[in-house]
Every structure is written in C-alpha cells, then in structure tokens.
C-alpha cells in the first residue's frame, strides 16, 4: 500500500469536509486560518492521492425500497484479486473489503427482496471462481454510517509523517 505524507492543515481541512462535505472551500479555508487558494490546492493534491473522496451518500432503503445485506466470503488466496474485481463490478454490490480474520472479504449488498438476494447469492457471488463458501446477514437498520479518519497523528509520531 502506497503512504502519503500529509500535515496538520491537511488533516484539519479533511476533518473540516467530514463534517460538511459541501462546504465552502472559503469556509473550510477561514475555519482552518489559511487562503481559500491553500484550501482549494490541497484538497485538489489529496484527492488526485486518492486520499479524499467527497460523496454523497442516499439510503436506498429511503429512496429505493432496496434491501442491504452484509456478505461475508472465503476465497481462495490465489484467487482473492479476481473475486474482489468481480465483486467492485457487480451492480449490486455497495461496498467491498477485504478482511483479516475468519473470511477473506465483506461486501454489501442491495437486492429488491429476499428471492432478488438468493440470485445474487447464489447464481453471481457464489459462482465466481475462486469463492470457496459465503454467509449473508440481512441488515434491519443502519444507526451510524461515516468513514471518519483520525485527524491527529497516533501518540509516537510526529504531525507530517506518512499515513
């Protein structure tokens, strides 16, 4: 995995944008006491690092009537690179990750009804080479959902070091 070196004003704009990705780059730049220009030239650098993304993100529970599922898949190791890239291509997959642990990788799902997860289940997951066995959990709520970064360096290192 690739690090990047990022400081304090990279870290407080991020954090700034956690809390309001639509924010006004003048106002993230007064909030953090740097020019907007800084800001916006920054924000450009993380995002080309593939360090920031600013989405937005819709319920498809809400505007859909889709239901989400977590899937947890045992793959086989030669073959985890293929799975995961079959996985980021499948229309119905939301989010995809690769785990340490007792399976191989976690992705979720969205599926119209419980006979549209069954199909995606078992006639796309669980017939890509590689796969060796999968368990699904339907998800009733979601209570929290972000991908926070902690914006302050771990105790031991200094401000500036890679990430």
């Known amino acids: 995995m690739t690090q990047h ?4 004003l990279d870290r407080a704009i991020i954090r700034e ?4 990705g639509r924010r006004a780059l003048r106002e993230v730049a007064r909030t953090v006491g740097t020019s907007e220009a800084t800001v916006r030239a920054r924000v450009k650098r993380l995002r080309e690092l593939n360090l920031l993304r600013i989405i937005a993100f819709a319920d498809p529970r809400e505007i859909g009537g889709l239901d989400l599922a977590l899937v947890a898949i045992k793959v086989e190791p030669a073959r985890h690179a293929d799975v995961v890239a079959a996985l980021v291509a499948m229309e119905d997959t939301s989010y995809v990750s ?3 642990g007792e399976t191989d990788i976690s992705c979720e799902i969205q599926s119209r009804d419980n006979q549209h997860l069954w199909e995606i289940l078992h006639q796309q997951i669980a017939t890509i080479a590689g796969v060796v066995s999968l368990t699904s959990q339907p998800i009733l709520a979601v209570h929290k ?5 902690p914006v302050t360096p771990a105790p031991g290192t200094a401000a500036g070091t890679d990430i």
């Open 145 to 149: 959902l972000g991908y926070q970064h």
């Open 17 to 20: 944008l956690e809390a309001d």
């Open 98 to 100: 690769t785990l340490l």
């Open 5 to 8: 070196s990022i400081d304090d």
